[in-house]
């Protein structure tokens, strides 16, 4: 069973219903009913926590996060991971995500234990309740415009990229939605973290740099390069396992490889574009596949280009190396897509491997 929407604000969850109860597929009703058992009796203790954390909720101060960026499957869990094995960092947490109103009570903490796998299902990483997660898991559950309503409906993901994504067309009513659903999301983190900056890695903020800029103007971003091949190959083997995992509506894998190739497309000319708008210091990028075999030597060197934590030198505490000690037995799938698919990707992510200094010709 899905626990994705199961801890949604329920005005957010009936929404869905009332917009999209006609594109949930009848093999799907059973998981739409279960959600919507879940969201009405987790109601008091959602109206309890906002009664109880309101005020501490509302002068709660966001200082300027640190945003790491890129398509999924570019390696930014691994950066996520990294940087918040530091202890100076807070970081949204899987649990503030999935139950976002009982973020701070922890009153769901039991449920989502006993439904979370122990790994992901698509590399394994190690998954929990307070390890560090992607907040856009949890605006799909407090925003109505939200990418990831795509994967419960992947035949309108393009649709819900457009709104949920880049923001487009949004009235200044579900703009200020938006604005107020994040911002009380980074409040809540901040606050149960005691105050320190958080670090937030969430792809969609990839397309989103002028709406973060406006919110934060000194934010800084960490942007991760990763091959292109490498990143289509593991997002099909992502979609593969995780979207029958949470869809009420049937696609077919010909939509899913359309999907991934349109919005990755869409992605990267967005970040090309608007990278610039970055003042100078706010940003570094990072290659992947070299962060991954010295991560010590590119976690210091994300903190110089950024002006991080200068007064301690370079220095990183003991539980960074303790991190890079525990991935370090971990593997990668070797890369394998078929001679259309990489036509296409060469085709269609030409930007991308211009931009990004990656060789077209398939290496594994």
Not at 47 to 68: C, D, G, Q
Not at 138 to 151: D, E, H, I, Q
Not at 227 to 232: E, K, Q
């Amino acid at each position: 069973m899905s626990y994705h929407f199961m801890g949604a604000k329920p005005g957010v969850w009936f929404n869905f219903l009332k917009e999209h109860a006609q594109d949930i597929d009848m093999a799907f009703l059973g998981k739409a009913f279960y959600v919507t058992v879940s969201v009405v009796l987790h109601m008091p203790l959602m109206l309890i926590e906002w009664l109880w954390f309101r005020k501490a909720i509302a002068e709660t101060k966001v200082a300027p996060p640190l945003f790491v960026i890129a398509h999924w499957r570019s390696g930014t869990t691994f950066a996520h991971n990294l940087l918040t094995s530091d202890p100076r960092w807070g970081f949204v947490s899987t649990y503030q995500c999935y139950f976002p109103m009982l973020s701070l009570s922890g009153a769901a903490r039991w449920l989502l234990s006993s439904l979370l796998p122990k790994t992901r299902p698509f590399d394994s990483l190690k998954m929990g309740n307070d390890m560090p997660q992607e907040e856009s898991f949890g605006l799909v559950n407090v925003c109505t415009n939200a990418y990831y309503r795509g994967w419960y409906l992947p035949k309108f993901m393009k649709q819900f990229f457009h709104k949920g994504c880049i923001l487009d067309d949004l009235t200044d009513a579900e703009q200020n939605e938006w604005e107020d659903a994040y911002m009380t999301m980074l409040k809540k983190a901040t606050l149960a973290h005691g105050g320190k900056p958080i670090v937030l890695k969430n792809p969609p903020n990839t397309v989103r740099i002028r709406q973060i800029l406006k919110l934060f103007p000194g934010a800084k971003f960490v942007f991760i390069k990763r091959n292109p091949y490498h990143v289509y190959a593991s997002m099909m083997r992502m979609m593969t396992k995780e979207i029958p995992r949470v869809q009420l509506q049937h696609d077919t894998l010909e939509e899913r490889r359309e999907n991934i190739l349109y919005v990755y497309r869409a992605m990267i000319e967005r970040y090309l574009a608007d990278r610039a708008l970055i003042p100078k210091g706010q940003l570094t990028e990072v290659r992947f596949e070299e962060m991954v075999e010295e991560p010590l030597d590119h976690l210091r060197r994300i903190y110089a280009d950024l002006d991080l934590f200068p007064e301690d030198g370079g220095a990183v505490p003991r539980s960074v190396h303790d991190f890079i000690a525990s991935v370090s037995g971990h593997t990668r799938g070797t890369v394998k897509i078929s001679d259309e698919d990489a036509e296409a990707v060469r085709t269609q992510w030409g930007k991308a491997f211009e931009a990004f200094e990656y060789p077209t010709a398939i290496e594994y």
